[in-house]
């Protein structure tokens, strides 16, 4: 007598979401996979090097598949330098740059988000009025990367988690801020 289980088979139903086309001539492709089952809908973040398309990544929504498949890359990309050859650029990184891009926040919505950072940290500072914000005009927003990482990591606060992956791609070339241009 077996106790073999069988396998079972979920049909799945993709959709595509996003497509980003990369530098070196690739397709990043986000899929919406929705299950005809109790299981609930995730996305894929793939790669198609125009010989093969490849998933690297699953995530909630596309920016955490998109998030997923970049750390994959670097993992697989610091193995691959490691023995000597050249890995080349993440297209997950380029893709996410392009999603946030496409992902303009308005002044008024970076403006409510610096607010509770502010009072967060002048919290944290045990009342010190802390700035981390500067709205320099042109469309721009400067803010602090020292106070926004502490607030991200080491308070744990979720809106400064949310501003650091919308800011991660605007760093100041000397250092100590993180800049974004917004829709005015």
């Known amino acids: 007598m077996s106790t073999q289980k069988q396998k079972q088979f ?3 139903k ?3 979401v996003k497509e980003f086309k990369t530098e070196n001539g690739g397709l990043v492709i986000g899929y919406l996979a929705t299950p005809e089952s109790i299981l609930k809908e995730f996305y894929i973040a793939t790669f198609d090097d125009n010989f093969m398309e490849v998933a690297w990544g699953l995530g909630d929504t596309i920016e955490d598949a998109l998030e997923n498949a970049e ?14 050859e050249e890995a080349g650029s993440n297209p997950f990184s380029e893709a996410l ?10 002044k008024e919505e970076l403006q409510e988000m610096c607010r509770e950072l502010e009072k967060t940290a002048t919290s944290e500072h045990d009342g010190d009025e802390t700035q981390i914000c ?3 005009g042109n469309g721009r ?3 602090d990367q020292k106070d926004l990482d502490w607030l991200a990591d080491d308070v744990g606060d979720s809106t400064a988690r949310k501003m650091r992956k919308i800011m991660k791609y605007g760093i100041d070339s000397q250092g100590g ?3 974004y241009d917004f829709e005015e």
């Open 10 to 12: 979920v049909n799945v």
């Open 177 to 179: 801020y993180y800049y």
């Open 14 to 16: 993709l959709e595509v």
């Open 97 to 106: 740059q392009k999603l946030n891009t496409e992902k303009k926040l308005t």
């Open 134 to 136: 500067n709205f320099v």
């Open 71 to 84: 750390k994959e890359w670097d993992r697989l990309r610091d193995e691959i330098e490691e023995d000597g």
């Open 141 to 143: 927003v400067w803010i």
